[in-house]
């Protein structure tokens, strides 16, 4: 595990072993389910999240786990990352695809969650790395490795550069929400109008 610091936030990386998640059979029942795909966030002419049920893709269900305990251990927070198979409406977890040319901007996860992360599942060379920024002037960028998760505050900026491959790239994100939830928080689930089956 690597414990990172920037501008006063601590940030951990750490490598998850095939025995534990998996990658390639999240990846087979991740493209076995196109046809029940959720997508929003449509920015740049692309879909950036993608949202599947963890009931036809419960592989990842392990991944969660091992986030989870490893978000409170680190971050000394009880948390949770919500899911239908925990009686909640919305995933907070989501697949993102970066084909070449595409981008991810800057942006936070600080709306409701305390603690997010990234899982990669397929990061080809030169696909990108995560880059924190705090300010116009401080930038802190983290090697994408297939199999590392890396967890940070929600309210962290941060964004993906060009797809610099001639491969896609794929990830897994989620957020942790301190548990238990507030009452504002346990009613809440998805707005219809910002999800899409294509
Ligand atoms: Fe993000």
């Known amino acids: 595990m690597n414990k990172l610091q920037f501008c006063g936030f601590n940030i951990y990386s750490i490598y998850i072993g095939n025995d534990i998640v998996n990658s390639s ?98 990061v080809p060379e030169n696909s990108g790395n995560i880059i924190f920024t705090s300010g116009k002037k401080h930038k802190f960028e983290i090697e994408a490795k297939p199999s590392n998760i890396i967890l940070f505050p929600s309210l962290l900026n941060h964004y993906v550069p060009k797809n610099r491959s001639c491969l896609e790239r794929i990830s897994l994100s989620f957020n942790c929400f301190k548990f238990p939830l507030d009452k504002s928080q346990m009613a809440y689930g998805y707005e219809k109008s910002k999800y899409f089956s294509l």
């Open 25 to 122: 059979k999240i990846l087979s029942e991740f493209y076995l389910q196109k046809n029940k795909h959720l997508y929003s966030h449509y920015i740049n002419n692309r879909w950036e999240n993608i949202y599947l049920t963890p009931i036809l893709v419960p592989s990842v269900l392990p991944l969660l786990t091992f986030a989870t305990s490893f978000a409170k251990k680190t971050f000394k927070q009880k948390l949770i990352i919500p899911h239908e198979l925990y009686g909640f409406e919305k995933n907070e977890f989501w697949f993102n695809i970066a084909k070449p040319g595409e981008s991810t901007e800057l942006h936070n996860h600080k709306a409701k969650s305390s603690i997010s992360g990234v899982f990669y599942l397929k």
